[in-house]
């Protein structure tokens, strides 16, 4: 028998405007749960949705009630308050406290995934609510309280606050609403031990010791960024392309598809070969402040049409310094007097 489970998208219609016009709740779950049913089709849960019709609404314990003859029912959304700056997680779980462990994987995975910066309003808001002092073994949430009276467990999931801009802005990317999706799946399937039959038989990639500028590669599992930030669960979940590489310094930057780019410097130690890049793809790496550069026989002084001395083409040279539109100081001594300054594009790292 699969495990099966209720996903019930938050609201109907157009509900809950965002801090940036065109966010509402309504539709940022709407798409996530249909996302979210799919991805974990994949896994071989079996799924169901409280609501058919986008445009139909259903009360709150009747939408829980739904769960009856489900393992879990989850209820999917966005949070609002007055103060801006929140834009922490939260997830909720019953009273009884069944179903915790799963609110703090998918919470937490939520908060990875979405990477907002990292400041005090960040953060995994975990906790269950009684509907009284009188009746503390009754849920407050109506959704939660349906689903424990169907004999599920109700899982409340608040995907950070749509009136925090940085959080309005990740829930408006459908791209973003899938790594969650994918994110949130893969919690579930690691809690009830499922895998995916298909990654199971995918052929190992092939190794090499080498890696280089315009190679896709994965993020091994315990990597941190050069920062010592751990490296969120949505990188680990996608293949990258190398944009500059040196010593112990990788910068990897867009995904395979090209559809998402994260610029970031990692230890190779972290990464492994999935592709080596086609040749085309390769791109020259940008010399940086310190190398030892050589000018090509075309160049000229930055911004005029002038060349240098015939020397300066023929010798080494140290950049001594790049700015942000180009202008690179190059110089034949490594420290003290300067030769010129020249587009970085004439340089090529020796
Ligand atoms: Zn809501």
Same mark, same amino acid.
């Given at each position: 028998?699969?495990?099966?489970?209720?996903?019930?998208?938050?609201?109907?219609?157009?509900?809950?405007?965002?801090?940036?016009?065109?966010?509402?709740?309504?539709?940022?779950?709407?798409?996530?749960?249909?996302?979210?049913?799919?991805?974990?089709?994949?896994?071989?849960?079996?799924?169901?949705?409280?609501?058919?019709?986008?445009?139909?609404?259903?009360?709150?314990?009747?939408?829980?009630?739904?769960?009856?003859?489900?393992?879990?029912?989850?209820?999917?959304?966005?949070?609002?308050?007055?103060?801006?700056?929140?834009?922490?997680?939260?997830?909720?779980?019953?009273?009884?406290?069944?179903?915790?462990?799963?609110?703090?994987?998918?919470?937490?995975?939520?908060?990875?995934?979405?990477?907002?910066?990292?400041?005090?309003?960040?953060?995994?808001?975990?906790?269950?609510?009684?509907?009284?002092?009188?009746?503390?073994?009754?849920?407050?949430?109506?959704?939660?309280?349906?689903?424990?009276?169907?004999?599920?467990?109700?899982?409340?999931?608040?995907?950070?606050?749509?009136?925090?801009?940085?959080?309005?802005?990740?829930?408006?990317?459908?791209?973003?609403?899938?790594?969650?999706?994918?994110?949130?799946?893969?919690?579930?399937?690691?809690?009830?031990?499922?895998?995916?039959?298909?990654?199971?038989?995918?052929?190992?990639?092939?190794?090499?010791?080498?890696?280089?500028?315009?190679?896709?590669?994965?993020?091994?599992?315990?990597?941190?960024?050069?920062?010592?930030?751990?490296?969120?669960?949505?990188?680990?979940?996608?293949?990258?392309?190398?944009?500059?590489?040196?010593?112990?310094?990788?910068?990897?930057?867009?995904?395979?598809?090209?559809?998402?780019?994260?610029?970031?410097?990692?230890?190779?130690?972290?990464?492994?070969?999935?592709?080596?890049?086609?040749?085309?793809?390769?791109?020259?790496?940008?010399?940086?402040?310190?190398?030892?550069?050589?000018?090509?026989?075309?160049?000229? %002084?930055?911004? /005029?049409?002038? #060349?240098? @001395?015939?020397?300066?083409?023929?010798?080494?040279? &140290? +950049? !001594? *310094? =790049?700015?942000?539109?180009?202008?690179? %100081?190059?110089? /034949?001594?490594? #420290?003290? @007097?300067?030769?010129?300054?020249?587009?970085?594009? &004439? +340089? !090529? *790292? =020796?």
């Amino acid at each position: 028998m699969p495990i099966k489970i209720m996903l019930d998208a938050g609201h109907y219609g157009k509900y809950n405007s965002g801090v940036i016009p065109g966010y509402y709740e309504s539709d940022m779950t709407w798409v996530l749960h249909k996302y979210l049913k799919e991805e974990l089709e994949s896994y071989g849960f079996e799924v169901g949705v409280t609501r058919e019709d986008k445009e139909k609404d259903l009360e709150v314990y009747a939408r829980g009630r739904m769960a009856e003859g489900y393992d879990l029912f989850i209820s999917l959304h966005s949070n609002a308050v007055g103060h801006e700056a929140t834009k922490r997680v939260v997830a909720i779980y019953p009273v009884s406290g069944r179903g915790k462990d799963i609110a703090e994987k998918l919470g937490n995975a939520v908060l990875e995934t979405m990477a907002l910066s990292d400041d005090r309003y960040n953060y995994l808001e975990l906790y269950k609510k009684p509907y009284s002092s009188v009746r503390p073994d009754t849920d407050w949430y109506g959704v939660i309280r349906g689903a424990v009276s169907a004999g599920s467990v109700g899982i409340i999931l608040e995907h950070s606050f749509h009136t925090n801009r940085e959080a309005c802005r990740f829930l408006m990317n459908n791209d973003n609403l899938r790594l969650l999706a994918s994110a949130e799946a893969k919690v579930l399937a690691d809690h009830y031990g499922y895998s995916k039959e298909a990654e199971k038989e995918e052929p190992l990639p092939p190794k090499s010791e080498v890696l280089a500028v315009g190679d896709i590669v994965t993020v091994r599992p315990g990597a941190v960024w050069e920062t010592g930030a751990p490296v969120p669960s949505f990188v680990y979940a996608d293949r990258w392309r190398i944009k500059s590489i040196k010593g112990n310094r990788a910068v990897i930057d867009e995904n395979e598809s090209g559809r998402n780019s994260i610029n970031s410097a990692i230890d190779p130690l972290y990464l492994t070969l999935w592709k080596k890049g086609e040749a085309g793809d390769k791109k020259e790496p940008v010399p940086t402040v310190g190398d030892r550069v050589t000018l090509s026989s075309d160049a000229v %002084v930055y911004r /005029t049409g002038r #060349r240098f @001395a015939d020397f300066v083409y023929r010798v080494p040279l &140290y +950049l !001594r *310094s =790049l700015s942000d539109d180009g202008r690179a %100081v190059i110089s /034949t001594l490594e #420290r003290g @007097a300067v030769t010129g300054a020249v587009d970085v594009k &004439y +340089l !090529r *790292s =020796l």
